[in-house]
């Protein structure tokens, strides 16, 4: 029971933690694109705004190493932008193979304590025979406590751990047309690189 308590410990802090970190005004916020054009119609933009869009959001980083491919063409631009895009997802799916883990490994270590368990109670039937029916029945139903609860442990972490994943999808292609549209904006207007680039 002791390796399944802490498996379910750990389970509800990865599940809660990614539940937080993976928020949508956190990773891909509705509004920075249309800023980022906003700022890219006023005018270039600086070596600090660029610095503080990288470190806005998962997004702003992506969209970041799309501008500063800008003066190299539009290839470049989307082979960064693909590049940082890896990068970023991968640090979102952070601890979600643990998690996928402990839902796999959790109903293992419950049968696992139900058969140890029941193989003490043969061995006391061994010893001591069939008749004390009542100490047999308790013997068994606290053998299968461990299964019980290994499966109430990985039933909510298989369930935390596909959703996750499925919402780090949804933010990848939110994050990928955005982008995009970032990427068609630039090019189409031809757009010039940093303001001090373009200086010296």
């Known amino acids: ?62 969209l970041a190493a799309g501008i500063q491919q800008n003066p190299f063409g539009r290839d470049p631009m989307l082979r960064s932008i693909e590049a940082t895009g890896i990068q970023v997802v991968h640090d979102l799916e952070r601890y979600l193979s643990t998690l996928g883990s402990v839902a796999a490994i959790a109903p293992l270590l419950g049968l696992l304590g139900t058969v140890i368990g029941m193989i003490k109670v043969f061995s006391a039937i061994q010893l001591a025979g069939i008749g004390n029916a009542p100490a047999l029945a308790g013997g068994i139903s606290e053998a299968l406590i461990t299964t019980a609860a290994g499966l109430s442990v990985a039933i909510p972490a298989l369930f935390c751990h596909r959703f996750l994943v499925r919402k780090i999808d949804e933010l990848a292609i939110d994050m990928q047309q955005d982008a995009q549209s970032l990427v068609d904006h630039i090019t189409a207007k031809q757009v010039p690189f940093l303001a001090e680039r373009s200086e010296g």
């Open 1 to 62: 029971m002791i390796p399944i308590i802490a498996c379910s410990i750990v389970a509800a802090g990865i599940a809660i933690e990614r539940a937080w970190t993976l928020r949508r005004q956190t990773v891909a916020p509705r509004q920075l694109l249309a800023d980022v054009l906003v700022q890219i119609e006023l005018g270039p933009l600086t070596s600090e705004a660029l610095s503080k869009l990288q470190l806005s959001s998962p997004l702003g980083q992506v």
